[in-house]
Nanobody, 119 residues
Framework: QVQVVESGGGLVQAGGSLRLSCAAS????????MGWYRQALGKQRELIAT???????NYADSVKGRFTISKDNAKNTVYLQMNSLKPEDTGVYYC?????????????WGQGTQVTVSS
């Protein structure tokens, strides 16, 4: 099986910063992509940022210039550096990893980490 564990959430004032981490472990042959999603209360889960095996990144318009996604291949870990946080960034942040597991491409989710930005 594959385990995905997020950490780093918390309460921060508007304008502050947080760094989220997500570590994948288990029977992983290859990681194709890793991404961060956000789900605000009463809203659908939305894509925030992704990074693929080549290192190419993609961001939602709402976080461009403020958030940076990066990865450590040796640790199977992805990070999300969040700067200039706004109250609308509040939500549960989920990590998704797209891996080759037992010869098949599969996606795995973490349990989520709460980020709350106060005004």
């Amino acid at each position: 099986q594959v385990q995905v564990v997020e950490s780093g959430g918390g309460l921060v004032q508007a304008g502050g910063s947080l760094r989220l981490s997500c570590a994948a472990s288990g029977s992983i042959s290859r990681i194709n992509a890793m991404g961060w999603y956000r789900q605000a209360l009463g809203k659908q889960r939305e894509l925030i940022a992704t990074i693929i095996s080549s290192g190419s990144t993609n961001y939602a318009d709402s976080v461009k210039g403020r958030f940076t996604i990066s990865k450590d291949n040796a640790k199977n870990t992805v990070y999300l550096q969040m700067n200039s946080l706004k109250p609308e960034d509040t939500g549960v942040y989920y990590c998704n990893v797209d891996v080759i597991f037992l010869g098949l491409a599969r996606g795995f989710w973490g349990q989520g980490t709460q980020v709350t930005v106060s005004s």
